[in-house]
């Protein structure tokens, strides 16, 4: 099982203190943060891509590849890639590039984007969302699987005798999870190409997370890529840890309070109950995440969101510290004495290499 | 098979006259599945998912139930010339399709009979916006009516016999399930 962290980006004051990092600052914090999951050995680490205020992840592939030259083994990817706004074929390009310099290390979370006024920025409208994904990522599938394309769509100028540069790696390209809160389509969508499919789960509650991987579970298998418990799952959580619970409630309640998204609204106690929020000792965080499996079944990765709503840098590293080296090791071992055999890890570079050179030609 | 009754209080005080009122429509309607949801309980849960955009297990069970139901029985005070802000703040998390072609009988509750226009001006556009459909009868209570009886008592049956028939008309209602696929791939594949 693949354990890491997913970042939104964003610039947020700090509430106790009412210091707002500038953009220069929270970018080399991503840096710095990405640096540290590879240190106490996580596996993943993700980056949001938004192209407004207040956030700061608007050229993914640039931070990706800055990130993938200062680390060895960490897996880069992001959470989410705007397949609506984006041209399919740059996603192609820019990625299988970041493939190449990262030795592998990249897979990619489709997104579609919830916020109205960006799509008319890039030419598109947030009605057409799925009808945008679904078309986008039918293009960027092929530009990635076939060497020379001819295409013609609704979204973007048809294509003629068009080859996508460079190929992937290995002609192998990056495994793709498709993300929705609550979109059915676009569970349908990544069980119909066998891709991964990741379930925000931290905004929404547990019933809805377990009904749309169910429906990605079933159609999976209804589309011949293996029995519903082989599809690949991902899931996000949000954590805040302290030796002592206590402690971590007390000092997370103010950034949660004054937290982008849900702040001023629900208490914290109400939110750690209706979502997957914790905020408490790595026992309980261990226990909590452990019992995800309950509602979803086996799954393939798990991401936090540890570095938002203004939280300091200093904070943020103490959090990887104590996810690596008290948390995630034991979920590793937990989690892998549960998961029967059959149940497949989550593909990577290596794994789909190895795979096909599995079979001879 | 039993038709599902959902009444929407939004009075605010205990006892509330709204909610008074609300039973008595309920009770002339004679439907026998009957689920009062007293939007006092739920209103951090309201302004929650107003913030949040999702709905708490509390609220959502609340908004299920209108998705669900049969017919609506929708009662609020009237506050500042219109609905109050919290049966506004409900109606505005309830999802946009919940209403379509479901009868409902608005009423309201205020302190004098100058009001009674509200229902008309604020509350009828509100419910026809949502595609519900309203009975004739608005059913406007101010405290003069309480102490004439007949006269209240003669607009809620007529208001109830409405709904009624308005139910009977139509098959029982199930609610869409929001999960659930209704396209194949290749449908949106093609555009």
Redesign the interface.
Known sequence: MQFGIFTVGDVTPDPTNGRTPTEHERIQAMVTIARKAEEVGLDVFATGEHHNEPFVPSSPTTMLGYIAAQTDRLLLSTATTLITTNDPVKIAEDYAMLQHLSGGRVDLMMGRGNTGPVYPWFGKDIRAG??LA??NY?LLHRLWREHTVDWS??FRTPLQSFTSTPRPLDDIPPFVWHGSI?S??IA??AA?YGDGFFANHI???AS?TQ??VG?YRE?FAHYGHGDPDQAIVGLGGQVFMRKNSQDAVTEFRPYFDNAP??????SLE??TR?TPLTVGSPQQVIDRTLGFREYVGDYQRQLFLVDHAGLPLKTVLEQLDILGEEVVPVLRKEFAALKPAHVPDAPTHASMLAARQEVPA | MTRKLVVISAGLSTPSSTRLLADRLAEASGMADVRVVELRDLAHEITDNLLTGFAPAKLQDALDAVAGADALIAVTPIFTGSYSGLFKSFFDVVDKDALVDKPVLIAATGGTARHSLALEHAVRPMFAYLRAVVVPTAVYAATDDWADEGALRSRIDRAAAELVREVSRRDPVTAADPFALTTTFEDLLSG
Do not use: C, N, S, T
């Open positions: 799925i009808p679904i078309e039918a769509g609704k609550r059915p389509e349908e969508q119909y905004f929404w509650p809805h009904r749309m429906l159609r998204v849900y702040g001023h609204g629900p109400d939110f209706e």
